[in-house]
């Protein structure tokens, strides 16, 4: 669209300028023939000059749309860590002790029960001749790990290397060494534990719920409406702000489940929710919180490269759509604009004739 000096925006302040301008114009017009003809020596009049007006530059820029989501700086969810060997629990972990693979998690009838890595549950005691299984080479995975081997690359058969490797592994626990793998002899987790809380004492029976576990690495979960899913996206950017300072985030998990969503008062309020995960990228960000409010900003939307003023230069016409009044050392014109993303203040323009560097007339 060309430049419409005719256009004739809504604001009613700036219109009134304009219309005062065309009178100023015609009084002038009609006077400057008197003061010509009666005054030949007089000193010069000089015009009125026009109103000062804040301006602001059309700038080049990339603008994104952000939503901000109230969160929580944590651990994580909790789980719970059941006892399934018969027995006494006679040791257990300190609340906030990290725990990892092939160390004692708690002891029963003063043995530990030790961590393994996997995600397959053990379903089934294992000993020679049980028939192939990934459960097994999950089990030759850990002994390995924990320095017990000899049965050469895991695999699903337990053999009688298997057994031996057992064995041994039992002797530096100082179980019986039988050879055999019982499905409670290990607690079983996708990779270290942080114990949140102990739900069970030293006396107490070792089968049942012993205590209760999150992740090592603190993250920020929100509660983000069902609705808007489709701002999480995993391993996306997001801004986390925690205690006044804002970090880099990435978001590293994006829940499939909604649940019932709940207001102030913790009645529901009619939008399932889904949780989302944020790790910081600076876990150092913050500080030795172990749990804080946080506010997370998912980014919807960037634009690259377009020209920008702020909000306040849009003047709306009387025709519709939307004008922006450029100053040209004091001469001002109007310059038709379609509007596209608005992001911090700012918004998207583009029109005939604007270019970058410009003025515009703005009211902020």
Excluded at 24 to 52: C, D, H
Excluded at 179 to 189: I, K, R, S, T, W
Excluded at 264 to 284: R, W
Excluded at 341 to 352: A, D, I, Q
Aim: one cysteine or more; a neutral charge.
């Amino acid at each position: 669209m060309n430049e419409v000096t005719h256009l004739k925006p809504r604001r009613r302040g700036r219109a009134r300028w304009l219309v005062a301008a065309v009178v100023v114009v015609v009084v002038l017009g009609t006077s400057s023939v008197v003061l010509l003809t009666r005054v030949s020596s007089a000193t010069p009049v000089k015009e009125a000059a026009p109103p000062a007006v804040e301006t602001a530059e059309v700038a080049k820029t990339d603008l994104s749309e952000e939503e901000e989501a109230d969160g929580t700086l944590g651990y994580g969810e909790e789980s719970v860590v059941g006892g399934r060997k018969p027995g006494t629990l006679t040791s257990l972990p300190d609340a906030g002790a990290t725990l990892t693979r092939c160390k004692p998690v708690y002891g029963v009838d003063a043995t530990p029960v030790p961590l393994f890595y996997g995600t397959l549950p053990f379903y089934r005691d294992l000993r020679e001749g049980v028939a192939d299984g990934a459960d097994v080479k999950q089990l030759e995975e850990n002994l390995k790990a924990c320095g017990f081997s000899g049965f050469g690359t895991p695999d699903k058969k337990f053999t009688s290397a298997t057994a031996a490797a057992l064995k041994k592994w039992q002797k530096s626990l100082g179980l019986e060494q039988t050879g055999a793998f019982g499905q409670g002899d290990v607690v079983l987790a996708a990779g270290e534990l942080r114990v949140s809380a102990l739900a069970a004492k030293p006396g107490s029976p070792a089968q049942g719920e012993i205590l209760k576990t999150t992740g090592t690495v603190r993250s920020v979960q929100v509660k983000l409406d069902a609705a808007k899913q489709g701002l999480a996206q995993q391993g996306a950017k997001a801004s986390v702000t925690i205690n006044g300072k804002t970090t880099p985030g990435t978001i590293t998990d994006v829940g499939r489940s909604a649940v019932e969503g709940k207001d102030a008062t913790g009645q529901d309020d009619g939008k399932p929710k889904i949780t989302v995960t944020v790790g910081l990228d600076d876990p150092a960000a913050a500080g030795s919180l172990d749990s804080a409010p946080a506010a997370v900003r998912f980014t919807k939307d960037v634009r690259k490269g377009v020209l920008a003023v702020p909000v306040g230069a849009l003047l709306a016409l009387a025709e519709g759509g939307y004008a922006v009044e450029v100053d040209e050392n004091g001469q001002r014109r109007l310059i038709a604009v379609q509007t596209g993303l608005f992001s911090g203040g700012k918004v998207e323009v583009s029109g005939t004739g604007l270019a970058a560097g410009m003025r515009v007339v703005t009211t902020s």
